[in-house]
């Protein structure tokens, strides 16, 4: 990996962004991020990467700021990234996903360079996949949001097609770490996480059975960079293939808490999935990624980073 990669991050200042800024900064790329801010944070990214405050709706500022900075690649995970959001204002979802995403695609063509786009498996696949799902299956989205990526997906294979760009999909499982918004809807670990470390009771919906893939930020962050440096086109999911269920995810964090407070029950919410689990291996095959984290550790290191916050 030479100094000479120009790298920009759109979401950057994100959960998962955040954490693919720092891994490009360890692989010496120069990093570029680009977020609004309505969901991360400043203080998400790191001081030896570049920050610009902008909307990725704005293609006009968009492509000013590409033409100055010249990425050779660029990861693309800003996005409107909450499922219930998207429900109550799919207008704004398909705003920032698929046209922001369209957007992206542009700047990065005109600069020549691939996308590494962040898709998702659990919005995709629906409940009638079988497990673990692989890419070929025909995705049925259950949501906006899912419909959004599913779109972003399709103009991120064209543009590859059209341009002769290698352009990756990833289609991230449930990912789970440190900078996870605790206080949002989604990221039952950093809630779980954040009310054990208060010594406060955490609510299961449903019986606790549900499962889904539960895959470490890092190890995401290594699929971008791996897509990036990788220079071939292709779709691929990022998961473990292990099915955890809430019950189980809540066992190894009262482990890590050292704590045996008994969660209440509430109803399962409408519309959540079943179960879920994603074959990664055409991504093992493709580029030799594979998954350090299992969910034991990476659910007591995250744990400890809320605990120490
Ligand atoms: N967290 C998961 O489990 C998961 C699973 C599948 C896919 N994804 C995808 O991964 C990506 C990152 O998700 P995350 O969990 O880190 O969420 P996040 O909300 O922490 O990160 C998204 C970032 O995009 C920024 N953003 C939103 N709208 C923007 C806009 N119009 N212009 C510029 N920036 C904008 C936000 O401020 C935020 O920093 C998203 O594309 C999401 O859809 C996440």
């Given amino acids: 990996m030479s100094a000479a990669q120009r790298t920009l991050v759109t979401g950057g200042a994100g959960f998962i962004g955040s954490h693919v800024v720092d891994l490009l900064l360890a692989e010496a790329h120069d990093v570029l991020v680009v977020d609004d801010l309505s969901a991360g944070s400043e203080a998400n990214v790191s001081d030896r990467a570049a920050f610009t405050r902008l909307d990725i709706r704005d293609a006009v500022a968009l492509a000013a700021l590409a033409a100055e900075f010249a990425p050779t690649g660029v990861c693309h995970l800003a996005a409107q990234a909450s499922v219930t959001a998207s ?125 889904r893939d539960y895959i470490y930020v890092a190890d995401v962050a290594g699929a971008f960079v791996a897509a990036l440096a990788a220079g071939k086109s292709g ?23 050292d704590t045996a407070i008994e969660p209440a029950l509430a109803p399962l919410r ?36 809320y605990a120490d916050a």
């Fill in 87 to 211: 429900v109550r204002d799919p207008g704004h979802d398909l705003a920032v996903n698929v046209l922001g995403t369209l957007n992206v695609l542009e700047i990065a063509r005109t600069s020549g360079a691939p996308v590494v786009f962040a898709s998702t498996g659990g919005a995709l696949y629906g409940d009638d996949a079988p497990l673990p799902t692989t890419e070929s299956y025909a995705p049925e989205p259950l949501s906006p949001y899912g419909a959004a990526k599913l779109a972003g997906e399709a103009y991120v294979a064209t543009w590859s097609r059209l341009h002769g760009l290698a352009n990756v999909i990833l289609r991230l499982g449930n990912v789970y770490g440190p900078r996870q918004d605790a206080h949002g809807e989604a990221g039952v670990v950093a809630i779980f996480s954040e009310l054990l470390r208060g010594a406060k009771q955490p609510t299961v919906y449903g019986d606790g059975t549900q499962t």
């Fill in 235 to 257: 779709v691929f999911n990022v998961g473990t293939g292990v099915e955890t269920d809430v019950l189980t995810l809540l066992a190894h964090l009262q482990d890590a808490a």
């Fill in 270 to 305: 409408p519309g959540e999935l079943r179960r879920s689990a994603l074959d990664s291996s055409a991504l093992t095959r493709a580029l030799g990624w594979r998954p350090e984290f299992d969910v034991g550790r990476g659910l007591a290191t995250t744990y400890r980073y």
